[in-house]
């Protein structure tokens, strides 16, 4: 796919990437979300649908059996799905993020395998880094691995696991040196039917409820000692390399998540009546329609730029990906809370999608790094001099 990005229209083949997985979306995946969200399950038809498609993990590479979507591409993959279902946007979401890792620093045989694997839709890759007490401070890691002979093993507990017990494969962040700390952290691939691996109760959530989220017990897991990712004691930088990258993944569920506010608040206040003429012609609610097509643009744009940056790994990705995911999930809590002022009582029900949007949205300032951690990102990159050529 072209990685040559125009920054005010997108290419032809993009263009068609979004017309596909908007049909899909709209015919498979909007309308079993409601239920999803009221039920608190895994959107099963959502999963089937995207293996079909191929957009259950449309990043990995062609050479291990993936579709080879560019950056740009998977962001509009994950956008249009968020649009219709933030829950169902986790499903390549997550297996970006979970495997990631091994697509920066695995080895060629670890490649094969779990890219492989994932890009044939055999099982998802979740993504393991957060600890009951290691949230922000990712480094403060006390999930130990131990080499004993040709394997390692595991001992810990990691908090926050988005889609843990439905995923095959994760990713997880260990200390194999305690006295380097972030220098001492590396990454391994854990199979869901390891023994020792079991699973936490489902976290009940304000919102993405069809995206199970539950802690990862690890108990004397033994796992063969090439299943490590890359070089020991640099497990940490992958991780860190890889949030870079999937931080503009969260915000293209933003843009998503507000666009599918937006449209519907459109509808709504077109049709409903008050005072004898439709809301619509009501200026007040023009300027609040206003503000929000323009911040979602914003938003979108900063996004694909950030996309681009990905995709040629720029030296300000880490700027980039950090003010695209802040501000995008700004922009998608502030506009799903004024598509439910614009539906009024009916919007503050379950009986329009608006109000299980801005529950949904929420999260998106918080997951892959909170949106103060964020600013602290992007201030250390300014003070740096990393500055954008543009």
């Known amino acids: 796919m072209s990685v040559d990005y125009p920054l005010f229209a997108l290419s032809e083949e993009h263009q068609e990437i979004r ?50 979507a560019d950056a740009l591409a998977t962001v509009l993959v994950i956008e249009e799905i968020a649009r219709a279902d933030v829950s169902a946007s986790l499903i390549p979401a997550v297996n970006k993020l979970g495997s990631l890792p091994v697509q920066l620093g695995g080895s060629e045989e670890l490649k094969k395998k779990y890219l492989g694997k994932l890009a044939a839709g055999e099982g998802g890759f979740s ?145 409903r009546k008050q005072f004898g003429t439709p809301i619509a012609e009501f200026q007040g609610l023009q300027f609040m329609i206003a503000d929000m097509g323009m911040k979602i643009e914003a938003a979108r744009q900063m996004t694909y730029a950030a996309a681009g940056r990905s995709e040629r790994g720029d030296a300000d990705l880490t700027f980039f990906g950090a003010a695209a995911k802040a501000f995008a999930s700004d922009v998608a809590m502030e506009v799903t809370t004024n598509a439910v002022q614009l539906l009024g009582g009916y919007g503050y029900t379950r009986d329009y999608p608006v109000e299980r949007m801005m529950r949904d949205a929420k999260i998106t300032q918080i997951y892959e790094g909170t949106n103060q951690v964020q600013r602290i990102v992007m201030a250390r990159q300014l003070l740096a001099g990393v500055q954008s050529n543009i």
């Open 19 to 68: 017309k596909a997985i908007r049909e899909l979306c709209d015919a498979k995946i909007a309308p079993f979300a409601a239920a999803v969200d009221e039920e608190a399950r895994y959107p099963q038809e959502a999963h089937d649908a995207l293996v079909a498609g191929d957009f259950f993990a449309p990043h990995v590479p062609e050479e291990y059996g993936g579709v080879g």
């Open 127 to 271: 993504y393991c880094l957060s600890e009951p007490d290691a949230g922000s401070d990712a480094a403060a890691q006390k999930t130990r691995a131990v080499r004993d002979g040709d394997e390692w093993v595991l001992n810990g507990v990691k908090r926050w696991i988005s889609n843990a017990g439905v995923s095959e494969f994760y990713t997880v962040l260990a200390v194999t040196d305690p006295e380097k700390r972030s220098k001492g952290i590396s990454a391994f691939v854990v199979e869901k039917s390891d023994p020792g691996v079991s699973f936490g109760a489902p976290e009940k959530k304000l919102g993405i409820k069809g995206s199970p989220t539950r802690e990862v017990y690890l108990d004397n897991v033994r796992i063969p000692a090439d299943r490590i990712i890359g070089e020991e004691g640099r497990g940490f930088e992958y991780a860190m390399n890889t949030l870079d990258h999937t931080r503009i993944t969260i915000a293209a569920q933003a843009v998503g998540v507000a666009q599918g506010a937006l449209d519907y608040a459109l509808g709504y206040v077109k049709e």
